[in-house]
């Protein structure tokens, strides 16, 4: 792996400024600030793959509700295929893509569920509408008709008619711990910006490449 001292070097080739960063989850923020205000709709929307138990790999978009210095954070019903996948496999990659931008950040890396009182405490600041889905879905399973959901939506709306709708046991949240991240930056010519950031599973110092693009 090339080190932080040599791309230092190596980082006059490009004016992309980003390449100079040294710490991908503060270079990673203020990306998804700047994604706020250009993107028209959910710039913490990101695609999120994982395998099955044969190894075959699934993808789907979903969206980022939590992101600290220890990786980032969605919330899914544990049922569903990729909360099923997550817990037979517990290893994920996210790709996050703004158009208006012309970026693009890929994560790769172990995952692991959030603890219960953060989970509550997300579960807690949503709409009320969104509890009681959570509560009448049956993600990923099959469903004989519109009308069944209307049905279940209903007898949770009706449970849950006073005060404030618990988190179902089987909601919950997961981490994505990064053991990789890589920042793409779109340049003319087809003569990209891409910086890979890198470190072991520990937790340890992160490294620092540029790759061709």
């Not at 158009?99 to 953060?118: F, N, T």
């Amino acid at each position: 792996m090339t080190s932080s001292t040599t791309m230092e070097a190596h980082d006059t080739l490009t004016s992309g400024d980003f390449t100079q960063s040294s710490e991908p989850f503060r270079l990673f923020a203020e990306w998804l600030k700047e994604a706020e205000r250009s993107e028209p709709n959910d710039p913490n929307a990101m695609t999120l793959a994982t395998v099955d138990t044969d190894g075959l790999p699934d993808a789907r978009m979903v969206l980022l509700k939590g992101l600290d210095d220890r990786g980032f954070v969605f919330y899914t019903n544990t049922g569903s295929a990729k909360g099923r996948e997550l817990a037979a496999v517990p290893k994920a990659a996210l790709v996050f893509h703004w158009k208006s931008l012309r970026r693009q950040v890929r994560v790769r890396g172990p995952v692991e569920r959030v603890s219960d009182a953060e989970a509550d405490a997300y579960f807690a600041t949503r709409p009320r509408l969104s509890q009681i889905g959570a509560w009448a879905s049956d993600q990923s399973q099959p469903l004989e008709g519109r009308f069944a959901l209307e049905a279940a939506v209903a007898t949770a709306t009706a449970r849950y008619a006073l005060g404030s709708v618990p988190r179902p046991p089987h909601w919950t949240g997961f981490r994505i711990l990064p053991v990789a991240m890589e920042f793409w930056h779109d340049r003319p010519f087809r003569l990209h910006d891409r910086v890979r950031f890198e470190r072991d599973a520990a937790g340890g110092p992160w490294g620092k490449t540029r790759l061709y693009p």
